[in-house]
Each structure stands twice: as C-alpha cells, then as structure tokens.
C-alpha cells in the first residue's frame, strides 16, 4: 500500500530565504502531484510530475521528481509572504485511480 | 477552463437530519471523489466512483452514501447526521488511469458543513 510522508509538517521561515519542503513516497509510482492549500479554501494544483528527473518551476516554485530514491522535493526561493500556505504532494499507485495525499506541510513565512 | 462545484459553500444541518452535499464538474471526467478534511487528520477518502452508478468505498464510509445517476454529479449523502461529521467536505473528478492521462485530481471549492 503506497504511503506519502512528507516533512517538515510545519515550517516557520523568514521572507527572502530559500527552503526545501520533502515528500517521500513508499512504493513506485510515475505521478506525483503538487497541491497548494490557502486557509479556508480548496485545493489548487501546482504541479504534475511524470517521470524521473522531472522538474517544474512556477515563480518562486520548483518541485522535482527522483523516482529511485522515491523522492520529491518543493523547493522555495527568496520565501515571500503570498507563499503561505498549505502544501500537500500526493503520488498515484501504479495502476489506480485514487491519488494518496500526504498530511500537508504548513508554511508560515514571516514578513 | 476547468471546473468542479459543488452546491454550498456553508450548511448548518441539526442532528439525525438527512444531508445531500452535490458536486458537478464539466471537465467529462469518469473519477470523482469525496474528501473530507479536518484539522491534524489530512484528507480521508469516503467514496470513489469511476463510473455512472459504480462506487467504492473510501477510508471512512461509516455513516455516509453517495449516488452517482449521471457522469458530471457525485452526490454524497449523511443519513443521519451527526455532530462527528462536522468537516469540511471536498469533492474532487479526475480522468481515469491510462495513456497520458495525468489523474490530476480538480477541486471544488468545498462545503464546510456543521452539525449542531
């Protein structure tokens, strides 16, 4: 059964530094998702990884992919206060429709 | 552009009353979702349907159904609220697995629901 950890679960940081929020997934799967999540409001995606190496990069935002080392990373440069929020990663198992979610890292940055 | 909505954003509902939550998306998906999300506990699944009339149990299904009549509605249905169901509720469509489908899961807005 896959499972998604992600770490840290929540995350206090400066504006203008840069930081790395981790998702770890425990079996193969070649889909992994990037989710926002602002207080009191829905689930808007961010990003789709497909493949190993993947790499996308919106803004101050980048998220990879290394699907060896069942790894995904979301990577903040230069934080600015409009990147609060929640963000979940979820992988999909091979072969199933239903994505699993991780519990969420929430980033509070600090003007 | 893509779109999931559901029918309130705020439903204040008594105990034992019968609830209906409804969700429409016009993406043509054949997967929608029910979430619900409460503090400290993430995103728990209580139903799937990947097709007209055809579910699947979530991870929490005790105490909910849902009815699936036509492709672009999912509704999910508490029989007897109670005050333990107070969430926010998520629905979410997606296309099914398969060729360069992405899966990528759409939200709606959400429905905070509370039972008093």
């Known amino acids: 059964e896959l499972k998604v950890e992600q770490n840290p679960l929540f995350l206090s940081m400066q504006e203008g530094k840069n930081y790395t929020i981790y998702c770890n997934y425990s079996?193969?799967?070649?889909?992994l998702y990037w989710y926002r999540q602002d207080p009191g409001k829905s689930l808007e995606s961010l990003f789709v990884?497909?493949?190993?190496?993947a790499v996308k990069q919106e803004g101050r935002l980048m998220a990879s992919l290394d699907t060896k080392a069942r790894l995904s990373t979301l990577h903040i440069t230069a934080a600015v206060h409009d990147l609060s929020a929640t963000y979940f990663c979820?992988?999909?198992?091979?072969?199933?429709?239903?994505?699993?979610f991780g519990k969420g890292t929430r980033l509070h940055i600090l003007p | 552009d893509v779109k999931v909505t559901q029918s309130s954003r705020y439903l204040v509902k008594r105990t034992g009353e019968k609830v209906f939550l409804e969700c429409v998306q016009d993406?043509?998906?054949?997967?929608m979702f029910w979430y619900r999300q409460d503090p400290g506990l993430g995103l728990r699944l209580i139903y799937f349907?990947?097709?007209?009339?055809?579910?699947e149990k979530g991870d929490i299904p005790e105490g909910y159904s849902v009815s699936r009549e036509k492709k672009e509605r999912f509704s999910l249905i508490l029989e007897s609220a109670s005050t333990n169901q107070t969430s926010m509720y998520l629905c979410?469509?997606?296309?099914?697995?398969?060729?360069?489908?992405?899966?990528?899961?759409?939200f709606g807005p959400g429905t905070r629901l509370t039972v008093l």
């Open positions: 993406m043509d998906h054949e997967n």
């Open positions: 979820a992988a999909l198992p091979d072969g199933d429709d239903k994505i699993i």
């Open positions: 349907s990947y097709d007209v009339k055809m579910k």
């Open positions: 079996t193969t799967s070649d889909r």
């Open positions: 990884l497909l493949s190993n190496g």
């Open positions: 979410a469509s997606s296309r099914a697995t398969g060729g360069w489908s992405y899966n990528e899961q759409f």
